[in-house]
């Protein structure tokens, strides 16, 4: 009789110990495409976002002035690492007393640039 319950004790621990692993792994799974799918409408977001503040504070001289870098959807990415330069580094851009950037609007041109990188 004690032989018995001995092992229906481990036959219970047993199961739960193969189904918390069945659970884990697809609790894993789960978590991973949530993150792959988090990370590209983040990363779809940080540009149309980005593209707003290009299109409103920079493009509004540069049709003007330098019309060779106007930035559109399409060719914004290449010019990723050109804006952070100007824009982070040097703090030539934007020009003039009227345009200005507020701290939402660097950290959203910030978040798009890091995005380009991966």
């Known amino acids: 009789m004690m032989i018995t319950i001995v092992k229906l004790i481990i036959g219970i621990f047993t ?3 193969i189904n918390s ?3 884990y792994e697809s609790i894993k ?3 991973e495409s ?9 990363v779809k977001d940080s ?26 959807l399409e060719n914004m990415n290449p ?7 100007q824009v982070f580094i040097k703090k030539r ?9 507020n701290s939402k609007e660097y950290q959203e041109l910030l ?8």
């Open 15 to 17: 199961a739960l110990a």
């Open 21 to 23: 692993k069945n659970t």
């Open 29 to 31: 799974e789960n978590t």
């Open 34 to 42: 949530t993150s792959v799918y988090t990370l590209n409408y983040v």
């Open 47 to 72: 540009k149309a976002e980005a593209f707003k503040i290009l299109e409103n504070k920079c493009n509004v001289c540069h049709y003007k002035r330098n019309k060779r870098r106007v930035f559109t």
């Open 79 to 85: 010019w990723a690492n050109d804006i952070y330069k």
């Open 93 to 101: 851009m934007p020009k003039g007393k009227k345009i200005k950037l």
């Open 111 to 118: 978040t798009w640039i890091t995005s380009t990188k991966t």
